[in-house]
Nanobody, 126 residues
Framework: QVQLEESGGGLVQSGGSLRLSCAAS????????MGWFRQAPGKEREFVAA????????EYSDSVKGRFTMSRDYAKNTVYLQMNSLKPEDTALYYC???????????????????WGQGTQVTVSS
């Protein structure tokens, strides 16, 4: 089992940047694929980015590709989401998720993740 804690959210102007962090507990961080999802008021939770457990494979939604970058630090049991060129439509509660996975697998569906953090709010003003 793993516990996740997100941080780094806040209020930023359109065009600005933020870096979200997600710290994972436990000694099995390297066996988990990790994902970022977001949920805006009145909308369903949607996929943002994910990274495989071992080889750094990443996937991004079309809406953030080229603007967001996901990475992971095995020494710190932490994943990051660097968000650049932020837009008002990026405003949402951002969640970190984890799932034990095979090497190279990059899950994109909410149903594929068993562990979730509490979320961190990102608000982008126009």
């Amino acid at each position: 089992q793993v516990q996740l804690e997100e941080s780094g959210g806040g209020l930023v102007q359109s065009g600005g940047s933020l870096r979200l962090s997600c710290a994972a507990s436990g000694r099995t961080f390297g066996t988990y694929a990790m994902g970022w999802f977001r949920q805006a008021p009145g909308k369903e939770r949607e996929f943002v980015a994910a990274i495989s457990r071992n080889d750094g494979n990443t996937e991004y939604s079309d809406s953030v590709k080229g603007r967001f970058t996901m990475s992971r630090d095995y020494a710190k049991n932490t994943v990051y989401l660097q968000m650049n060129s932020l837009k008002p439509e990026d405003t949402a509660l951002y969640y970190c998720a984890a799932q034990a996975a095979r090497r190279g697998v990059v899950p994109r569906g909410t149903y594929e993740y068993a562990y979730w953090g509490q979320g961190t709010q990102v608000t982008v003003s126009s």
